[in-house]
């Protein structure tokens, strides 16, 4: 809920919506061009992949349209949902994050503000997640490979999506995949641990 509330209050400040800010201000400026809201509006629809065969609110198939019906119905930009990448793209933005908010000898956001958001405020009372990523397992919900350390940080999509970020092994890992396609139904990724199988391979390559 609180990025619903961010997204509008940067929006308000700033007389832009979160799509123009975003690209001005950061993805423009480290040469993430493929990554936006609303992608139908720049690129092929051939470019993108479906995320669902939605039979139950838009009854259509959703490709390069967001998936999240929250952000739906914010016209697509939502502060939770709705951007739409490539590997690449989100590779540079995680890089960007596990060098403190610098890329290309550009100070983005503070290591302060980085580490702000890293933080795990909870740990002890049983939430792993910090302000702005998710963090390594304290329990049984596997959110990693169980190898990273705990300064490390990502997130995990709904619609099949990974990218974790390690700052003292400097390693970022981007999984991209549209798993509800054709159905949200489908968890053989989770079930199977295949994004966090694949980010135990990486570190067990490194020993």
């Known amino acids: 809920m609180s990025y619903y509330f961010l997204k509008d209050y940067l ?23 493929k990554t936006t809201y609303l992608p139908l509006k720049y690129f092929h629809k051939s470019k993108i992949v479906p995320s669902e065969i939605d039979n139950y609110f838009r009854h259509d198939t959703l490709q390069g349209y967001v998936h999240d019906m929250g ?7 939502g502060g939770h949902a ?4 490539n590997a690449n793209d989100v590779a540079k933005i995680m890089q960007m994050f596990i060098q403190g908010g610098n890329y290309g000898s550009k100070i983005f956001f503070s290591k302060s503000t980085i580490d702000y ?15 702005g990523f998710d963090k390594p397992q304290i329990d049984e919900n596997l959110s990693t490979c169980g190898c990273v350390p705990m300064s490390s940080f990502g997130h995990s999509g709904f619609t099949g999506t990974y990218a974790w970020g390690d700052p003292e092994n400097q390693i970022v890992y981007i ?3 549209n798993r509800t396609f054709p159905t949200m139904s489908n968890n053989k990724l ?3 641990n295949i994004r966090t199988e694949i980010q135990r391979i990486i570190y067990d390559s490194l020993k």
């Open 11 to 33: 929006e308000s400040k700033y007389s832009k919506n979160l799509d123009q800010l975003l690209k001005s201000q950061l993805l423009s400026k480290i040469g993430a061009n």
């Open 190 to 192: 989770s079930d199977n």
């Open 117 to 131: 958001f890293n933080n795990c405020y909870y740990c002890e009372k049983g939430n792993r997640r910090g302000l």
């Open 82 to 85: 709705g951007v739409f990448s």
């Open 71 to 77: 952000a739906a119905m914010q016209g697509g930009i």
């Open 175 to 177: 999984f991209l995949s």
